[in-house]
């Protein structure tokens, strides 16, 4: 069982930049796969950003080169660099985190593009 607590969303302007933030309750270091998804109005929760324990990464076309996902262990966070952001961006980002062959979700946290 593990917690997850985003942070770091809000209102931000086209080509602005943002970081979330995913702070578990307990190691990540033995979960395989910690990511974001989002969900935008009226569209389903789709892949943003996925990061292995082995460090490799995957992300969505629409976010490649502009966001980054990274994770800091000794502190239980995953982050989202998200870089030149565009109101297509707009969605509810959720932190996923794959454990003993479960998955859990943060309760998300809004990003909005917008000026």
């Known amino acids: 069982q593990v917690q997850l607590v985003e942070s770091g969303g809000g209102l931000v302007q086209p080509g602005g930049s943002l970081r979330l933030s995913c702070a578990a309750s307990?190691?990540?270091?033995?979960?395989?796969?910690m990511g974001w998804y989002r969900q935008a109005p009226g569209k389903e929760r789709d892949l943003v950003a996925t990061i292995r324990s082995s460090g490799s990464t995957i992300y969505a076309d629409a976010v490649k080169g502009r966001f980054t996902i990274y994770r800091d262990n000794s502190n239980n966070t995953v982050f989202l660099q998200m870089n030149s952001l565009k109101p297509e961006d707009t969605a509810v980002y959720y932190c996923?985190?794959?454990?003993?062959?479960?998955?859990?979700w943060g309760k998300g946290t809004l990003v909005t593009v917008s000026s």
């Open positions: 996923l985190c794959v454990l003993y062959g479960d998955n859990y």
């Open positions: 307990r190691t990540i270091f033995s979960s395989i796969t």
